[in-house]
């Protein structure tokens, strides 16, 4: 990962296969491929038009400015083709939680490592970038590919959140 710790203007990260990098008006097209597909986002939101796609996008990018973190879109650094959109941000749609870290991914990505990487690099970034001492993520209860993930990567259910009908999970550093 090539970042400078010493400055928090530094927006765009790399890692061994990613590039990840603040929302451009031009990625949303790309994003609304796979955030608007019922089949790729079976387990979370999906999004029903491509107005609720961009407005979403621009909503968290106003919070990056906030923040100065929000989900990034996730480039394959090899072919820089969008394969997904996340990381850490806090949910302006749903607050209250605090920073969170999430990951939504093209189907044609699936299974991968591209969520490992996305959410190792997040959880370094987190600790050590950002200064933060605890995440929050969320999983739906037949996700059990994402909260393997999470919980390999040091994550513990906290809460069955019925009105969501997700599990929360902390991660402490």
Not at 45 to 62: G, I, M, P
Not at 94 to 123: A, K, N
């Amino acid at each position: 990962m090539k970042i400078d710790l010493n400055t928090k203007s530094v927006k765009t990260f790399e890692t061994n296969h990613l590039v990840l990098a603040p929302s451009r008006l031009n990625d949303v097209a790309r994003l609304y491929g796979f955030l608007g597909n019922r089949d790729a986002m079976q387990f979370t939101h999906v999004d029903e038009t491509f107005a609720a796609c961009r407005k979403r996008v621009l909503v968290h990018e106003w919070f990056r400015r906030r923040d100065g973190f929000a989900p990034w879109v996730i480039r394959e650094k090899a072919n820089q083709t969008i394969i997904g959109w996340g990381g850490i941000y806090t949910d302006p749609f749903d607050p209250g939680w605090g920073p969170e870290v999430g990951y939504y991914f093209h189907p044609d990505v699936w299974g991968q490592g591209f969520g490992t990487e996305l959410l190792t690099t997040s959880l370094d970034l987190a600790e050590h970038y950002y200064g933060l001492t605890e995440l929050t993520a969320f999983v739906h209860p037949d996700n059990r590919a994402s909260r393997r993930l999470l919980e390999k990567s040091g994550f513990v259910v906290r809460d069955f959140i019925p009105g969501m009908n997700r599990y929360c999970l902390k991660r402490a550093f």
